[in-house]
């Protein structure tokens, strides 16, 4: 006896109003908005500079003020000593920077003597060799390039007029108006921070209820989670950040003092303080001790220990203090982080390039909250884009079967058998149906995915006590499964699949995760029709018949097999597993009802439906999933 055929659900558009037009629209809205404010950035950098300088200080200081305040202090009292605290300390780290590279600057005519030796060691060494190829290469330039040869005068031409390079001699006068310009700037912008930092503290409730007026009142409950997070992210990283920085430089420097560098308390600041860039900051601060480790001995052995020291102790910073004090407080991928450092680099100079991450993890944030910039948090943050089930059916799609088994393999640590299928095989053979009703999956895909999917499915259920570590089944209880077969004579629970070759799929994952639990279970194939499965349910005599379907035609299918089975067998237990991810009150409350005793959403429900549905074999199977 024929099923029914499938309907399919024909989407009518009306070729006037486009259902695309609104997406293209909004994309480019948010583009030439992204593009208005990357101007904006660009050209107001003057004042948006020593603004984020001082907002992101703002965000550090701001724990210690409000704990004075919570201590007694007024709201003024608390911003003045803090501030006073936060620049007194970094005062007095320029000032000891400055004698540092004054003392420095003393010292270096000291190593001119050794800096020239060690220039003609190396040009002279090998025999002669770099200045044999110094020579053979000035030779082949001189072939190339012959030197011109004056040219007959013509009468009545013009001989051109040489060109004379004079350099303007040295003027103190103007070197003096260049650096006393330098400073000044330096230290206006540092009086600009200041006073916003001040301000910023000192209004920072008027300010947050003035961002929220100029948000709404509709959005007050987005905009309040977004300020939150992201002064919670950008603090937290901040004050992370300054404590590794800190016993960077510090171990840095006592290194360098036992390595007998000049100065290491200089090159200690220095690589405090370049560490802020990401990623090159700690080469380019290990470059110049280097370079003075070559200057200041006549060896060799202090440049690659300088080195090492670098490398040594930035490897421990990263492998174990940064995870204890970072842990998740950024959320930003290290590729991002990267981009973002060239982006602001470019942008703001070599200011961007220190604000680099606090500006990014605040974009990152408002991508977070704000549903038309979400592509912000796609590119910037390190949540995964894709769910695992949606991973693996791309990479099936994709036709690797390894990396498929890889991303299964990475899931199923720590959890069961049961959330594996239900949270990833499952929803992967849902899209592989979605697609190959809408015929958009070819029939090489389709025999690639059901099969090897299939290869998946035994192959977990073989390993199970290996992928999953916390929930390894004893040897007792692997015992206990392993004498159960689906050939058993007395057929517990009959699986009989809906009908597309995913519900025969689900139907023996179910089949599975009933034998691990002592269960007679059977599955039959997904090509028997209606009839063949109502002669097996004479025969086998099941206490329990499940009819597991996959979306998206799972439902009619289902409930045309279990009017069927009710029909011609009135008192048999029936349940239907419809493997979605609607809620189950809905399911069973969907019209027209399925004839069933019981309505399942995912594979887990069903187990223990069944289970309800044989108390008899409930005890015995208690000890097997207690056994982990």
């Known amino acids: 006896m024929s099923r029914p055929a499938s309907k399919t659900n024909r989407k009518v558009t009306n070729p006037v109003t486009n259902g695309n037009r609104p997406d293209n629209n909004t994309r480019s809205t948010t583009l030439l908005t992204v593009l208005i404010v990357v101007a904006v950035l660009y050209f107001a950098r003057t004042i948006l500079i020593p603004l984020a300088l001082a907002v992101l200080l703002a965000f550090m200081l701001a724990p210690l003020v409000i704990r004075l305040r919570h201590w007694g202090f007024g709201r003024v009292p608390s911003v003045v000593v803090v501030v006073l605290f936060a620049f007194g300390m970094i005062g007095i780290v320029a000032a000891l920077l400055t004698a540092q590279l004054s003392d420095l600057g003393h010292k270096l005519p000291e190593y001119e003597k050794n800096i020239r030796h060690k220039i003609e060691t190396l040009r002279t060494s090998g025999g002669g060799l770099i200045s044999r190829a110094s020579q053979v290469a000035r030779s082949l330039s001189d072939q190339f390039n012959p030197p011109a040869t004056e040219s007959p005068a013509i009468p009545g031409e013009e001989k051109p007029v040489p060109v004379e390079i004079r350099h303007t001699p040295f003027s103190p006068l103007e070197t003096t108006q260049k650096i006393v310009g330098s400073l000044f700037s330096t230290v206006l912008m540092a009086g600009v921070v200041i006073v916003f930092v001040i301000f910023i503290l000192v209004e920072r409730e008027d300010l947050r209820d003035r961002i929220l007026g100029l948000v709404g009142a509709r959005r007050l409950n987005v905009t309040t989670k977004l300020l939150n997070d992201a002064a919670q992210r950008v603090s937290r990283y901040l004050l992370a950040q300054l404590m590794i920085n800190g016993i960077f430089g510090l171990l840095v420097g006592i290194g360098l003092f036992f390595v007998r560098i000049p100065n290491p308390f200089l090159w200690g600041i220095l690589a405090a303080l370049l560490r802020y860039i990401p990623y090159l ?40 203090l940064e995870p204890l004090l970072y842990g998740s407080s950024t959320g930003i991928s290290p590729l991002a982080i990267l981009v973002a450092a060239v982006f602001w680099a470019w942008l703001w100079g070599t200011p961007g390039l220190l ?230 009150v809905d399911l069973k409350q969907r019209q027209p009802a399925i004839p069933a005793d019981e309505v399942a959403a995912s594979l887990k429900e069903a187990t223990t439906q069944i289970l309800a549905l044989l108390p008899t074999v409930a005890p015995a199977a208690e000890p097997i999933l207690r056994a982990a």
């Open 281 to 320: 900051g700690v080469w380019i601060a290990a470059v110049m001790p280097a370079a003075l480790a070559f200057a200041v001995e006549p060896g060799y052995v202090k440049v690659p220990l300088t080195l090492g020291l670098y490398l040594g102790v930035d490897l421990l910073m990263y492998n174990f």
């Open 355 to 584: 604000l680099a991450t606090p500006l990014t993890v605040c974009v990152a944030t408002i991508g977070r909250y704000v549903p038309e910039l979400t592509f912000l948090r796609v590119l910037l943050t390190d949540e995964p884009v894709l769910p695992p089930s949606s991973r693996f059916y791309q990479r099936m799609l994709a036709m690797d079967l390894e990396e498929a088994t890889e991303i299964g393999e990475q899931y199923i640590k720590g959890k069961t058998l049961e959330a594996f299928y239900d949270d990833v095989i499952v929803p992967a053979l849902s899209l592989a149906e979605e697609d190959r009703h809408r015929g958009k999956l070819d029939r090489e895909r389709q025999q690639f995915i059901f099969e090897n999917t299939q290869i998946i499915i035994e192959e977990f259920a073989e390993r199970a006590d290996e992928l999953i570590a916390e929930h390894a089944p004893s040897k007792e209880g692997q015992a206990n499964a392993s004498r159960i077969s689906p050939d058993a004579k007395e057929v517990q629970v009959l699986c009989v699949p809906a009908r597309d070759r995913a519900d025969e799929l689900a139907a023996a994952m179910l089949v599975q995760l009933l034998l691990q639990r002592g269960i007679a279970a059977k599955a039959l194939g997904g090509e028997a029709l209606a009839g063949e499965s109502l002669v097996e349910i004479e025969k086998d005599k099941p206490k329990v018949v499940c009819v597991p379907a996959v979306p998206p035609q799972g439902y009619t299918h289902a409930r045309y097999i279990c009017r069927r089975l009710r029909a011609r067998f009135g008192e048999l237990k029936l349940i239907a597993a419809i493997l979605t991810e609607q809620d189950p």
